[in-house]
Nanobody, 123 residues
Framework: QVQLVESGGGLVQAGGSLRLSCAAS????????MGWFRQAPGKEREFVAG????????YYADSVKGRFTISRDNAKNTVYLQMNSLKPEDTAAYYC????????????????WGQGTQVTVSS
């Protein structure tokens, strides 16, 4: 069993930055694909970013490409999402996910999920 805990969300003005963290339990962290998803009120959950086991391969949604950066530190069992140039449209609950055989952008291929952290971007 893997437990994921997100942190770093909050209120920020448009154009500002936030860094989200996702701390994972267990020794198997380094072998998992990790992803970030988000869900705004009244909308379906959408893919944001994904990263493979060694951090070499990354994949981003077109809406965040060039603004967000996903990274991982396997020694610390932690994955990060650096969010720059934030827009009001980025407002959502952000969720960290882990999967042993996950495809980056398919939420149903992930095995474990965190509780979420709220990101609110004001105009």
């Amino acid at each position: 069993q893997v437990q994921l805990v997100e942190s770093g969300g909050g209120l920020v003005q448009a154009g500002g930055s936030l860094r989200l963290s996702c701390a994972a339990s267990g020794r198997t962290f380094s072998s998992y694909v990790m992803g970030w998803f988000r869900q705004a009120p009244g909308k379906e959950r959408e893919f944001v970013a994904g990263i493979n086991w060694n951090g070499i391969s990354t994949y981003y949604a077109d809406s965040v490409k060039g603004r967000f950066t996903i990274s991982r530190d396997n020694a610390k069992n932690t994955v990060y999402l650096q969010m720059n140039s934030l827009k009001p449209e980025d407002t959502a609950a952000y969720y960290c996910a882990a999967g042993s055989r996950a495809t980056y952008y398919y939420d149903k291929t992930y095995d474990y999920w965190g509780q979420g952290t709220q990101v609110t971007v004001s105009s």
